[in-house]
């Protein structure tokens, strides 16, 4: 009654005084994290994640991740019982946690396996009826700083599995729902275990936008059971095929690898080489398309290498490393020749961190913050430089995370800044110094002074 008389109160448009009386108190407690497991015949392993942890089950956001791992735990089971798959090589585990929170005790708790957990998967949201939700099924890779084969085998697997529909003719097939690739933006459990101080590679499966998101109109009706379907076939293809992959598969998944490279190549630089043309109106400062190039180059021969993990493979990797090198001459001189009449775009500016400081990281997976930083202990002036943060960046919280990434206690504040705007497109400036003094204010990161 209450709530129907507030409800009505503000329909009206009156104002509305509340009081509210908390009974709260700190006590050792514990997370509740279910766990299950598929044993393989190694020590190495795969992890597949899905949270449900809100204050009530919404249907979306997560009972359709936890629903739809929890399916494809069963059907691989069954079916590795049936003898219709052989078994694994890798266990595969499959975890349901409190987000975020579960995900940190879970791995606190079991620093033994994080080192082989080859690559793992974030089942978030996916349940969407995307007509009614406004949804794409969106597969986001993890950060540039942990590089891996994970995300270019997830995204050949979807790719595959989507081709359903076959033209008139039946000459070619597409897909009927709408999906995308992004970078790294955060937000959910596959932060934490992409962070390189963890190393487990964890591309995320979302449909997002939701426009019931976190309201109670989040309910079983806007969730498709196509959706859910897709979701968990991928998902356990995803699992299954890491825990069996050997010499032959990382063959396979190196050939293509090289190809997916020459995909995003082409179109994100011919997409900067126009932007160079056109020039940006506000004059955000891009890079050079050699400098560009040669992120992306060095990005791609890093997963490379991560294959290791799965077979030996050093007897292929010259090849395919030959074959990146090639890729990125042909397209690097093709978007030259493009610009080649262009005048000159001025040079992005220089850093404004610092190129003596190294940060040294002190914890281990990103911090959790949304903007008020009690836990830390700063002082009032430090909190004030930390919140300000938030209000003059925008995205400042998944950028952050990007430059903690990057922070692996070789690179300079200035190189982290770099290539914070490389990956992202966004030049914090000294925001960066700004952000890892203030951990060092906190106890969290030491600032070692590089030789001169």
Known sequence: RQGDALRRALAGRKQVHMRAQIDAHFRQGELEVV??????????????????????????????????????AVALRRLIDQQVLSPPDRSIYFLWMPEMTGTYAWLQAHEDLIPHIVAGINLDMVG????????????????????????????????????????????????????????????????????????????????????????????????????????????????????????????????????????????????????????????????SLEEFVAYRHRRALESLTTLRHLASCDDLLPRWRQALSDTRDRILARALDLTATASHPSPPPPPESSPHLVPIRRYRGPIMDYGTPTFLGLSPEDTDTWQQLYRDIPDWRSLRALAEYWADGQRSLAEIERLVWLESGHNLGGSVETYFHLLESAGLVELRRRPD
């Open 128 to 287: 969407e009826h995307q007509e009614q939700t406004g949804s794409v099924l969106v597969l986001e890779r993890p950060p540039d700083a942990l590089p891996s084969f994970a995300p270019d085998l997830l995204d050949y697997l979807r790719h595959e599995l989507l081709l359903e529909q076959p033209n008139l003719s039946n000459t070619d097939h597409y897909a009927r729902v709408r999906y995308a690739t992004t970078a790294f933006s955060g937000g959910s459990d596959h932060m934490i275990t992409s962070d390189p101080t963890v190393g487990i590679p964890t591309p995320m499966l979302i449909q997002w936008p939701d426009r019931f998101y976190h309201t109670t109109a989040d309910t079983l009706d806007k969730v498709d059971p196509a959706s859910l379907a897709l979701a968990g076939t991928l998902a356990g293809t995803y699992l299954y095929w890491l825990a069996r992959a050997g010499r032959d598969e990382v063959a396979w998944l190196g050939a293509t690898m090289t190809a997916c490279f020459e995909q995003r190549l082409s179109r994100d630089t011919h997409r900067l080489a126009t932007r160079l043309l056109e020039g940006t109106p506000d004059q955000t400062p891009l890079p």
């Open 35 to 72: 766990v299950a497991r598929i044993p393989g015949r190694t020590q190495d392993a795969v992890l597949g994640m899905a949270h449900l942890c809100h204050p009530q089950g919404f249907a979306n956001d997560n009972a359709s991740g936890a629903a739809s791992l929890l399916e494809t």
